[in-house]
């Protein structure tokens, strides 16, 4: 078993990952403060998980919620679902939540265990690839608004994150190509080592080689353990974590979210942050074809929707949460294992790539 910690104070908590960890119990209780627990997950993975981790919860006194499986479920209506259940059922401030699924339950369940009493404890187990490696670890919670996805939310670390690779079994191929773009995104922003170490274990990765998987989710969460706690609240560095996501929250804007997964728009931004690299002369076109092929091994789409021009981007781009003072703020690979924040891309430049 791989055990990583993310280092944040008093607010500090270990990531375990292996095979098998919803058979271990211990691992699980020993995160929970009082008797009693309530599991947050969806529709999907109730069905495959839940009677597992209930089992692992025998001691416990154990209360279930389960949402419509899907993006559209990370509401304020869900969000307010939660709150009800836990008051009608009198959950006090030693109640631990449990988020049981992908990003969406996983943001749904922290921001509730942040606003429930103003704060009780949340464990996640993540069970998609994408929060694997990134939404469960770090402390992003968030439900989406009309007017924009992940509007509402609270920076809120979990007590402790299980993730079980077994788990990955039966996800659908999509959503593990779209988890995996993420994966080739630290390698992208911050780790060359990683990048070529990725390219040396495409065909492990795809037959779901046990050891692999550990060893690849375990460097995806030490880069990002290693981020968050120099930068909880993206002041400065945890921006970088956003490589691909400005082009790629425009992509899923503009189709409607769930038509393109977050991980297929983050792959197709990646390569248009390298595109507006190589125009600036930084990253090597070589680099960028490298780029290119690593994504396409994993199925994942290099271009923009064709009905996409710069106007239906750009729109978009200036709401993204990371401008400042009315400046669209970019992440640019400077080269494949290093990229920086950059606030001086002329919107004429980014119309060359668009
Ligand atoms: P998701 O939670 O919608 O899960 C994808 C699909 O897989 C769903 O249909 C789900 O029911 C199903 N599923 C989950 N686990 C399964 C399993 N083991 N077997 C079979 N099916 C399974 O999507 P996601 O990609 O996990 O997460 C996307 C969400 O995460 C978005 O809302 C995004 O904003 C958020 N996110 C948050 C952060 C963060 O830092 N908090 C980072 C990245 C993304
Ligand atoms: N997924 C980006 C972050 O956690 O900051």
Request: charge should be negative; charged fraction near 15%.
């Given at each position: 078993m791989a055990t990583l910690q993310l280092d944040l104070a008093e607010r500090s908590y270990p990531i375990y990952i292996d095979s098998h960890l919803l058979k271990a119990g211990e691992l699980l209780t020993k995160h929970i403060r009082a008797k009693r627990v309530c599991v947050v997950t969806n529709d999907v993975v109730s069905q495959l998980y839940l009677s597992s981790v209930k089992e692992l919860l025998s001691d416990f006194q154990v209360d279930e919620i389960i949402l419509p499986d899907?993006?559209?479920?990370?509401?304020l209506h869900n969000f307010e679902k939660i709150m009800s259940h836990l008051l009608a059922n009198t959950h006090g401030r030693d109640t631990t939540l449990i988020a049981l699924g992908g990003g969406v339950i996983g943001d749904i369940t922290g921001f509730a265990a942040a606003c429930y009493q103003r704060g009780i404890d949340f464990i996640q187990i993540p069970t998609t690839l994408l929060s694997q490696v990134d939404s469960s670890v770090g402390g992003k919670t968030a439900v989406n608004h009309p007017l924009g996805k992940n509007m509402i939310g609270a920076f809120y670390q979990p007590k402790a994150v299980l993730i079980d690779?077994?788990?990955?079994?039966?996800?659908?191929a999509r959503e593990f190509s779209a988890g995996m773009a993420e994966v080739i995104k630290y390698g992208i922003l911050g780790d060359r080592e990683f990048f070529y170490w990725l390219e040396q274990h495409t065909d492990a990765i795809k037959a779901s080689e046990s050891s692999v998987l550990i060893e690849m989710i375990e460097r995806c969460c030490q880069c990002k353990a290693d981020i968050v706690s120099q930068d909880e609240t993206e002041a400065g560095c945890r921006a970088l974590l956003n490589l691909g996501h400005t082009f790629g929250h425009a992509i899923e804007a503009e189709q409607g979210y769930?038509?393109?997964?977050h991980g297929e728009a983050v792959a197709t931004g990646m390569v248009l942050a390298a595109k507006l690299s190589v125009a600036l002369n930084l990253l090597e076109a070589s680099e960028l074809r490298r780029i290119e092929s690593l994504l396409a091994a994993f199925d994942l789409p290099l271009e923009a929707p064709e009905t996409m021009d710069f106007h239906s981007f750009i729109k978009h781009m200036r709401r993204d949460k990371k401008n400042i003072g009315g400046k669209l703020r970019l992440i640019i690979p400077n080269t494949i294992g290093q990229a920086v924040m950059r606030d001086d891309i002329s919107e004429d430049m980014l119309q060359q790539i668009l």
């Open positions: 899907g993006e559209a479920e990370k509401s690779i077994n788990s990955l079994a039966t996800l659908p769930g038509n393109w997964l």
